[in-house]
């Protein structure tokens, strides 16, 4: 039997613009996936027979990686799933990395590319963002430039993908979940189509491509005030986007008082946010009094990890 981890991630700048080809910052929090497999005479996921339309991430990661016998994949998560989180990601990577240690072959960078493009397969447009925070851990940085910490490469047509490692000082997250689930694939899409339709919307995307940079700069001087500025301004852009929801909004509008600022994270259209501050139990109590559950994260947490 052979078993992995992989964690989830907050998307701290730079989301839906680098599907576009700009930069973006993520990070690793404390909540996991484990994705366990051992043959068996027919391909089953957690005791079910397995079926492709519903289990596209582990079928896709099968299609992606396996050759050898029928096996049997059963998986736990921490990280609710369409919550914007990256559950989806940490799924993929922790099976991915299961299968790839089952064949003796697993090293990170060739994890993160299958895992890449077992998402790609699923959701037809997407960044390596989620699945290499997941597969690497700490804090990422994807640019379409090659700099300081460069890790791997992924591309896809025309698009490239640099990857780097980024130090992740010690900042406390509080993440508020709607409670609204929205799919990554048609969200991504409608960005697209808006972008085709409307060219302003292009100076939007630049715009956050120069926001994920200068919150790389923050993170790296642990300037609390200005990322919360940055946060604000990226939500606002997101919001430009067309991918924001009125639940956002109100929970980012409840961390006024007790956060540096908040924004959504990941896909958006319901799903998360994220507000940076020193009073988890605060911006917590906020988030609950407004509607959403409160989940508070640590962040620059370990990759994909082999489990016992
Ligand atoms: O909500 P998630 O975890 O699926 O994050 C999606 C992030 C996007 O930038 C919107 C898509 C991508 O693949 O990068």
Redesign the pocket.
């Known amino acids: 039997m052979a078993a992995c981890s992989a964690p989830g ?1 907050i ?1 701290l700048f730079g ?2 613009a ?2 576009f080809g700009k930069p ?1 910052l993520a990070l690793a929090i404390d909540l996991r996936v484990r994705a366990s497999l051992s043959v068996s005479d027919q391909y089953a996921v957690n005791g079910h027979p397995m079926r492709p339309k519903l289990h596209s991430y582990i079928s896709a990661a099968l299609d992606e990686t396996w050759n050898g016998p029928p096996v049997r994949i059963s998986t736990w998560s921490s990280i609710p799933s369409g919550s ?3 559950s ?2 940490a799924v993929t990577v922790s099976s991915v990395g299961a299968m790839l240690t089952e064949k003796g072959e697993c090293d990170v960078a060739t994890l993160a590319k299958k895992a890449f493009e077992v ?1 790609f397969r699923v ?1 037809k ?3 390596p ?2 699945t290499s925070t997941s597969a690497h851990g700490k804090g990422v940085l994807v640019s379409p430039e090659q700099g300081d910490g460069f890790l791997w490469r992924i591309s896809k047509g025309q698009q490239v993908w640099n990857v780097h490692h980024c130090e992740v000082p010690d900042l406390k997250f509080v993440v508020g979940y709607t409670g609204v689930r929205a799919a ?1 694939g048609p ?2 899409d409608s960005v697209r189509v808006l972008l085709d339709a409307d060219k302003d919307r292009r100076e939007d995307l630049d715009r956050i491509g120069d926001i994920v940079l200068q919150g790389v700069d923050a993170v790296r001087r642990a300037d609390k005030p200005a990322l919360g500025r940055l946060m604000l301004e990226n939500h606002g852009l997101l919001n430009n986007l067309g991918v924001g929801h009125p639940m956002l909004d109100k929970l980012v509008a409840a961390c006024e008082e007790s956060a540096y600022g908040a924004k959504l994270t ?2 958006g259209g319901g ?1 998360s946010m994220i507000a940076l501050t020193d009073d988890p139990e605060r911006t917590s109590a906020a988030i609950r009094r407004a509607g959403g559950k409160a989940i508070v994260v640590s962040v620059g947490c370990e990759g994909a990890r082999l489990e016992s």
């Open positions: 991630k998307i989301e839906h680098v599907v973006a914007g989180l990256g989806s990601a998402e959701q447009r997407a960044s963002t989620d990554t969200l991504v990941g896909a799903g």
